[in-house]
């Protein structure tokens, strides 16, 4: 029984470029949440999706940065046009929220170095 | 929103000893509260959890209170071991709202001296 999976573990960008981040969540699981986790920081809540829904983007940045859950694939996490400050390492968690289950799991991250 | 705060930042403790983590949090209609141990490199493990209806929950050597009037929780270790070596995390969210994210504490770094 597979974790959560996140790809890629490290992405190098330069400034003004895209990064795009994927999640492929635990099998039977439909609830997909992205935190962010700045250096010595804990993790920031960003958004919640279920398939092709968004439920909850209130962490989210305005501009730049968008998610999707797609009925087919992974999450994908993206974020355009990336400045140094966007550096951090991005988890993806997954629920399967059904009845009185609703614990994450968490992936391995992906650590994105903006240069 | 939720406001998570986290005490202490750094505890070290000898090998065999107890170590007490404590959070606070704000919102008062958050009603389910996880602990993560986050090792060097990885994404955070949860380790123990509990809910707004219950005021103690353990499991083996790891046990965690919830003091609802006070808004707070503890994350209890006996007989610590070094690979109790990590950082913890607590965190608090309003599970059933349609607002599930979790909101964290800023982290313990737990260190086990031999």
């Known amino acids: 029984n597979a974790g959560v999976m996140q790809n890629p573990r490290h992405l190098v960008r330069r400034r003004g470029q895209e990064a795009r981040l994927r999640c492929s969540p635990m099998?039977?699981?439909?609830?997909v949440y992205w935190y962010r986790q700045l250096p010595e920081e804990g993790l920031k809540f960003m958004v919640y999706?279920?398939?092709?829904?968004?439920?909850?983007e209130s962490g989210m940045p305005k501009e730049r940065f968008s998610a999707e859950f797609p009925k087919e694939g992974p999450s994908i996490l993206r974020i355009q046009q990336v400045v140094r400050g966007d550096s951090a390492a991005y988890f993806c968690a997954s629920s399967p929220r059904q009845g009185s289950t609703f614990e994450q799991f968490f992936g391995p991250g992906t650590r994105l170095t903006v240069l | 929103g939720e406001n998570v705060e986290q005490h202490p930042s750094t505890l070290s403790v000898q090998e065999g000893d107890s170590a007490v983590i404590k959070c606070t949090y704000s919102d008062s209609a958050s009603n389910y509260f996880p602990w993560y141990k986050q090792e060097l490199g990885k994404g955070p493990q949860l380790i123990i959890d509990i809910r707004s209806n219950v005021g103690e929950k353990k499991d083996q050597r790891i046990a965690v209170t919830l003091n609802k009037t006070a808004k707070h929780f503890s994350l209890h270790i006996t007989e610590t071991q070094p690979e109790d070596s990590a950082v913890y995390f607590c965190a608090a969210s309003i599970v059933g709202g349609g607002a599930d994210g979790l909101t964290f504490g800023k982290g313990t770094h737990l260190i086990i001296q031999p």
């Open positions: 099998k039977g699981h439909s609830h």
């Open positions: 999706l279920q398939k092709e829904n968004i439920i909850d």
